[in-house]
């Protein structure tokens, strides 16, 4: 017999949660949140927080990129619109406010703390890993790709210009650059 003590969690506070993240760092920027602020706009108490997410860098990272539509495999039927559309993304998701108000901080958290950095990568892994790496596969096979390009490196390059393009250039990044980036991308992995 199992007999579970205490209150079962609500679920109504992990979205309570997240929502006052994205809205606090719009207010504060990463440097400022602090976890009583979010806890006190979601309704909720800071232990109740870290039970579910173990640093402020966790929780931050789930709120700005949650997993979902946006984080699924496109599925056009040709690899150079599939990877268009994964930078496409990549640009959507990595230009929204708050992306932009937490970036420098996790940034400065990640290169601090390497095991955070591999913790925050593992809530990707299945798309990375599983899907991506598929696609990769069958690309090869089909001589659309070179056989050593992994969807761990894809996935380094797609993110690593988007976020040199958002610090390097003056105004935003918009389709011509979307395209442009994919085509340096497919001369980069094509077999």
């Known amino acids: 017999m199992v007999v579970d003590f205490g209150r079962p969690r609500d679920p109504r506070i992990d979205g309570a949660v997240l929502s006052a993240t994205v809205e606090l760092l719009a207010e504060t920027g990463y440097a400022g949140l602090l976890v ?25 990272h789930e709120a700005v990129f949650p997993i979902g539509a946006a984080t699924e495999l496109p599925d056009t039927g040709t690899l150079p619109e599939d ?16 992306a932009r108000a937490a970036l420098p901080g996790l940034v400065a958290e990640m290169a601090a703390d390497p095991t955070l950095h591999s913790a925050l990568l593992e809530r990707f892994a299945g798309v990375i890993g599983g899907g991506l790496a598929e696609l990769l596969r069958r690309a090869a096979g089909r001589g659309e790709v070179r056989p050593d390009v992994t969807a761990a490196e894809l996935t380094e390059a797609i993110a690593g210009i988007t976020l040199m393009g958002l610090l390097t250039r003056v105004g935003e990044l918009d389709d011509a650059w979307v395209d442009r980036t994919t085509m340096l991308l497919l001369k980069g992995i094509s077999a």
Not at 83 to 98: I, N
């Open 83 to 98: 990877l268009r559309e994964m930078v496409r993304r990549s640009m959507a998701f990595l230009t929204t406010p708050p």
């Open 36 to 60: 009583s602020a979010i806890a006190e706009r979601a309704g909720t108490s800071k232990p109740a927080i870290y039970r579910r997410w173990p640093s402020k860098a966790h929780l931050v």
